[in-house]
């Protein structure tokens, strides 16, 4: 069996499905993370690295071989690693273990060494912002709106508590932020895990502020409370507070996460499978953390092909503590789907996927049918009061 043809499809919203087919007519399905691809037609970075490296790796390869084919995508360049590199390798690594569970007749966590669980948490997004500038009036619609995903089943939430901030900024800053997540906890109560996500707005300062603010609602972890360009800073902010420290959806390999285990800097780390180099590198990034007693908690903001291939690593590792997803209950993500069963949830939980590779079915007419919409988007950029480029 070799593989002999592949296509990358865009579709709406911005996501990309990778298609493998085989010699034997096998086809293989994985996602590839969506990287700086802005408006006006611009075409996504990952689209030539994905060409680049099928035509020199993996077409008229065994796709049996799939550590050898990582080693080779990885290693055979010299400059390496990075969004774009590790995007377009995880998408092909999520692909040849779809075809090897297939050809397997299991699902993939079956070859990782079987499931360790038999369902997996997920969370859900609460809108902590919707544009109101009135505190009290935000705090109270994030609260009203955690109340009925508490009312539809979820035991887990999270949400984003603060705007982009100054690196210093006031004390209203730091208020708004504990009113906000306080409104929450006070509406769902003790029983339901709420997570933070600083989405490295936050300066270190303003990273210790901030988690001494909302110590008191007991979240279930902060997330990315520096960019990761100041992970160095972790160490200090992890030691000012008690809440877990979460971070790595902009790590993209088991030596990115290795200079923060070792600091005992981390205790939740969030490797995106369609990121970090596909479920071969995930899986890794797991079992290295599992040894500094570090949870999983993989990033998974994009399709259901990502979120099967997460399911896959989950499923196998024993240190996962949730999933995240933005595709559970959403139609626009089930339309490429020709069985959707996979996005079935009960209360807050997904069943493991039971159909042999990824367990994602696709509906490839439909992907076919909106592939090539443009996908371009506009992220403005994050200014400060004073004029200067501040995160967003």
């Given at each position: 069996m070799r593989v002999t043809d592949y296509e990358l499809y865009e579709v709406p919203p911005r996501w990309q499905f990778l298609r493998l087919e085989t010699?034997?007519?096998?086809?293989g399905w994985g996602e590839v993370y969506t990287k700086w691809h802005f408006r006006e037609g611009s075409a996504p970075a990952t689209r030539s690295a994905v060409d680049q490296m099928m035509q020199k790796y993996v077409l008229g390869a065994d796709?049996?071989?799939?550590?050898?084919?990582?080693?080779?995508?990885?290693?055979?360049?010299?400059?390496?690693g990075g969004p774009v590199h590790m995007s377009a390798i995880a998408g092909i690594d999520e692909a040849l273990w779809d075809l090897k569970g297939k050809a397997c007749g299991?699902?993939?966590?079956?070859l990782l060494g079987g499931p360790v669980r038999d369902r997996v948490r997920i969370y859900h997004y609460v809108d902590a912002h919707r544009g109101i500038d009135d505190p009290e009036k935000a705090a109270a619609a994030a609260a009203s709106e955690a109340e009925?995903?508490?009312?539809?089943?979820?035991?887990?939430?999270?949400l984003v508590p603060?705007?982009?901030?100054?690196?210093?900024?006031?004390?209203?800053a730091v208020e708004r932020a504990r009113a906000v997540v306080g409104a929450v906890r006070e509406a769902v109560g003790p029983e339901v895990d709420v997570a933070l996500d600083f989405h490295g707005r936050a300066s270190k300062a303003m990273a210790r502020r901030l988690a001494d603010a909302v110590e008191a609602f007991d979240p279930m972890f902060i997330e990315e409370p520096v960019t990761p360009e100041h992970d160095h800073a972790l160490e200090r902010v992890a030691g000012a507070t008690t809440i877990p420290i979460a971070t790595g959806e902009r790590l993209y390999s088991r030596w990115g996460f290795r200079p923060l285990l070792e600091a005992d800097a981390v205790d939740i780390v969030q490797p995106d499978v369609s990121s970090a180099g596909g479920i071969t590198e995930t899986k890794k990034i797991a079992d290295?953390?599992?040894?500094?007693?570090?949870?999983?908690?993989?990033?998974?903001?994009?399709?259901?092909?990502?979120?099967?291939?997460?399911?896959?690593?989950?499923?196998?590792?024993?240190?996962?503590?949730?999933?995240?997803?933005?595709?559970?209950?959403?139609?626009?993500?089930?339309?490429?789907?020709?069985?959707?069963?996979?996005?079935?949830?009960?209360?807050?939980y997904l069943g493991l996927p039971?159909?042999?590779?990824?367990?994602?079915?696709?509906d490839e007419d439909r992907v076919r049918e909106l592939a090539g919409t443009d996908l371009g988007f506009d992220r403005p950029i994050g200014r400060r009061a004073d004029g200067s480029v501040g995160e967003r």
């Amino acid at each position: 069996m070799r593989v002999t043809d592949y296509e990358l499809y865009e579709v709406p919203p911005r996501w990309q499905f990778l298609r493998l087919e085989t010699s034997d007519g096998r086809v293989g399905w994985g996602e590839v993370y969506t990287k700086w691809h802005f408006r006006e037609g611009s075409a996504p970075a990952t689209r030539s690295a994905v060409d680049q490296m099928m035509q020199k790796y993996v077409l008229g390869a065994d796709p049996g071989r799939i550590e050898d084919r990582w080693q080779a995508m990885y290693r055979s360049s010299f400059y390496r690693g990075g969004p774009v590199h590790m995007s377009a390798i995880a998408g092909i690594d999520e692909a040849l273990w779809d075809l090897k569970g297939k050809a397997c007749g299991c699902p993939v966590y079956e070859l990782l060494g079987g499931p360790v669980r038999d369902r997996v948490r997920i969370y859900h997004y609460v809108d902590a912002h919707r544009g109101i500038d009135d505190p009290e009036k935000a705090a109270a619609a994030a609260a009203s709106e955690a109340e009925g995903y508490v009312e539809e089943g979820y035991t887990a939430l999270k949400l984003v508590p603060t705007g982009g901030l100054e690196p210093v900024d006031a004390p209203a800053a730091v208020e708004r932020a504990r009113a906000v997540v306080g409104a929450v906890r006070e509406a769902v109560g003790p029983e339901v895990d709420v997570a933070l996500d600083f989405h490295g707005r936050a300066s270190k300062a303003m990273a210790r502020r901030l988690a001494d603010a909302v110590e008191a609602f007991d979240p279930m972890f902060i997330e990315e409370p520096v960019t990761p360009e100041h992970d160095h800073a972790l160490e200090r902010v992890a030691g000012a507070t008690t809440i877990p420290i979460a971070t790595g959806e902009r790590l993209y390999s088991r030596w990115g996460f290795r200079p923060l285990l070792e600091a005992d800097a981390v205790d939740i780390v969030q490797p995106d499978v369609s990121s970090a180099g596909g479920i071969t590198e995930t899986k890794k990034i797991a079992d290295m953390a599992e040894t500094y007693d570090v949870s999983l908690a993989p990033h998974c903001p994009i399709g259901p092909v990502a979120l099967a291939a997460s399911l896959q690593v989950v499923a196998a590792a024993p240190n996962a503590l949730i999933q995240e997803q933005v595709v559970v209950d959403d139609p626009d993500a089930s339309r490429y789907l020709a069985d959707d069963s996979l996005l079935d949830r009960t209360g807050s939980y997904l069943g493991l996927p039971e159909e042999p590779g990824l367990g994602v079915s696709i509906d490839e007419d439909r992907v076919r049918e909106l592939a090539g919409t443009d996908l371009g988007f506009d992220r403005p950029i994050g200014r400060r009061a004073d004029g200067s480029v501040g995160e967003r």
